[in-house]
């Protein structure tokens, strides 16, 4: 396109991105996507359009499950603090909060391996 060379038949029917990508433009931004690679704008942009096409796969877990997480991650801290110690207790909690944070990462980049 830059060059003349395509014309309309090459992107009739098709979503087409015009934008910079150099990075010495400065239109780049820090993803989670590998680890914070930096992704320029119209890749994201070509990111965002790719999902809305493949029908927003992306999606939040059910309500009920955050809500359990949510109840469980509360009870942990207390329920170990009236066997144990305080220190065994706050333990459980970083390891709770590890364990969810774990999940919740590996949701996410599963989530984006499917689009």
Do not use: K, Y
């Not at 010495?24 to 590998?34: C, E, I, M």
């Not at 994201?44 to 949510?70: E, H, K, N, S, Y």
């Not at 109840?71 to 459980?92: D, E, F, Y």
Request: hydrophobic share 60%.
């Amino acid at each position: 396109m830059l060059n003349g060379r395509a014309g309309a038949a090459g992107v009739r029917g098709r979503v087409a991105v015009v934008g910079l990508v150099a990075p010495t433009l400065g239109d780049v931004h820090a993803t989670d996507a590998g680890g914070g690679a930096l992704l320029s704008g119209p890749e994201i942009q070509a990111d965002a359009i790719a999902t809305v096409l493949a029908g927003l796969p992306l999606r939040g877990a059910p309500g009920w499950l955050v809500a359990a997480l949510v109840l469980l991650g509360a009870i942990v801290a207390p329920a170990v603090a009236a066997r144990r110690s305080a220190v065994a207790a706050t333990l459980a909690a970083l390891v709770w909060l590890a364990l969810f944070l774990v999940a919740a990462s590996w949701r996410s980049t599963a989530a984006r391996s499917c689009s």
